[in-house]
């Protein structure tokens, strides 16, 4: 049995109201974060589906083209930057901001995923791939990265391994580092209709242990300002909320106060471009 699920799910706007057949994996428990995207990372069109909503490598790299422009847009990323995105999944967005960077490191959950990055990443020259075993980043020593970005993937986390990843940025984050997180925003008329559309539809039905939660302003700016980040924002780019803040530098006071901006995303580019 598979079931229709329809949300923003990895596309962004352009996916947002897509209906697509999907594994209940009713199965698994929401925090079988492994299990779940090994198994809907079956084969690579299954992954790449699972990742964009397309199912072919031209429609996976235009899909990622709002993402890499809000990166480079809101968080500066630049050529003097080692670069981390947690739940990197098949390299959607690391194939295209890999050339921003200094280096690129992706981490992932899933093997099934990271196989499928390793097939499309591994001839760029800076580009890491690192799974991930467990809730967090052991894997990485503190003050390794200058960005840490998490993107399409925070929806799909219990509230409380949000909290912790957030933790773990400020942690492998050097002084003047940079996090940006989004997630649908549950304010948005946008973000509120998926979410309506999908109380309505899985009324009765069990819900999917992948299934999209939604986030709010307050909560995205909650986490990063009691991990300690200063300069937090959230800017809104419906149907997205986006989180951005810095890690302070030494010997400087962190101004947590939290900020709200809303603005509008930069232009769409051509079909096929990065």
């Not at 649908?184 to 939660?213: T, V």
């Not at 986006?242 to 603005?263: C, F, H």
């Amino acid at each position: 049995m598979s079931l229709f699920f329809s949300s923003y799910v990895w596309g962004y706007a352009t996916q947002a109201l897509t209906h697509r057949l999907y594994p209940p994996l009713t199965d698994l428990r929401r925090r079988q974060y492994a299990q779940a995207w090994d198994l809907l990372a079956s084969s690579r069109e299954e992954a790449y589906a699972a990742a964009s909503g397309q199912r072919d490598e031209a429609g996976l790299r235009h899909s990622a083209g709002n993402a890499v422009r809000n990166l480079v847009d809101l968080v500066s990323v630049n050529q003097k930057d080692d670069v981390l995105e947690i739940g990197c999944g098949v390299g959607r967005i690391g194939r295209e901001l890999a050339p921003f960077c200094s280096t690129w490191t992706g981490a992932d959950t899933s093997s099934n995923m990271l196989g499928y990055a390793s097939d499309r990443l591994g001839s760029i020259g800076n580009v890491r791939l690192v799974q991930l075993h467990a809730v967090g980043l052991p894997e990485f020593e503190a003050s390794s990265f200058d960005v840490v970005y998490m993107t399409n993937m925070l929806m799909h986390l219990d509230e409380m391994d949000r909290w912790y990843y957030v933790q773990e940025a400020y942690r492998i984050l050097r002084a003047g580092g940079r996090i940006f997180i989004d997630n649908i925003g549950l304010e948005s008329d946008a973000g509120w209709s998926m979410f309506a559309n999908d109380a309505q539809r899985f009324r009765c039905l069990e819900r999917p242990p992948y299934m999209p939660r939604f986030s709010t302003a307050a909560e995205l700016a909650a986490y990063a300002t009691r991990a300690g980040f200063e300069h937090v924002q959230c800017h809104h780019r419906p149907p997205l909320v986006i989180l951005t803040s810095v890690k302070p530098r030494l010997g400087k006071e962190n101004d947590s106060s939290p900020a709200y901006a809303s603005d509008s995303l930069p232009p769409e580019p051509a079909r096929g471009a990065a």
